[in-house]
């Protein structure tokens, strides 16, 4: 399953440009609409006076690889570099904003902090081993060692501050 990048929005459609059970794909939708993103039609939603509406979800490119349980201890645990892990669901709204921001910081801090991102419903045991109840979390790792936690939707800067305290120690 890919992360998504933004929330859900629904797209009203002319009702003369598509036939009751045609499938629309994201490339016949106006550049306008899409925002220079891409995106997939979920399913669609029925008549309404204004056209067809679709689900669509964003599919935006990640900078934050995901991360899994095979792989944490390599990638989070023996990382020779800081580590940022923000801990989302697929259903949260608000996982999605701090998706962006951590994004952002991936890029603004590339080289000096890997960034990843871990999907805590399929990864149970390391949201349990890190006593994780509620998503967004981000922790932050140094030498293999949770140093920093961050719960909840925070402005950029609440994450740059927490890095900056991790690089420093």
């Keep these: 399953m890919v992360a998504s990048c933004c929330s859900n929005a629904l797209f009203s459609l ?18 306008g609409h899409r925002f220079g993103l891409s995106f997939r039609v979920e399913r669609k939603l029925g008549p309404q ?11 935006g ?20 570099a800081p580590v940022l892990v923000e801990f989302y ?6 996982c ?37 109840k509620a998503v967004p979390v981000v922790l932050l790792f140094k030498n293999g060692e949770k140093r920093e936690s961050i719960v909840g939707t925070m402005p950029k800067d609440f994450y740059v501050s927490a890095i900056e305290r991790v690089l420093a120690s």
């Design 96 to 132: 999605r904003m701090v998706h962006r921001v951590i994004d952002e910081i991936a890029t603004d801090y590339s080289g000096r902090l890997k960034c990843f991102v871990l999907d805590a419903d399929k990864e149970a045991q390391i949201s349990e081993d890190y006593d994780i």
């Design 49 to 59: 006076k204004s056209g067809y509406p679709l689900r669509v979800s964003c599919l």
């Design 61 to 80: 490119d990640t900078k934050a690889p995901m991360v899994t349980g095979k792989s944490w201890d390599k990638l989070i645990l023996q990382s020779d």
């Design 14 to 31: 002319p009702r003369h440009s598509h036939r009751r059970n045609e499938i629309v794909f994201a490339s016949q939708l106006q550049p």
């Design 89 to 94: 669901a697929s259903w949260c709204g608000p």
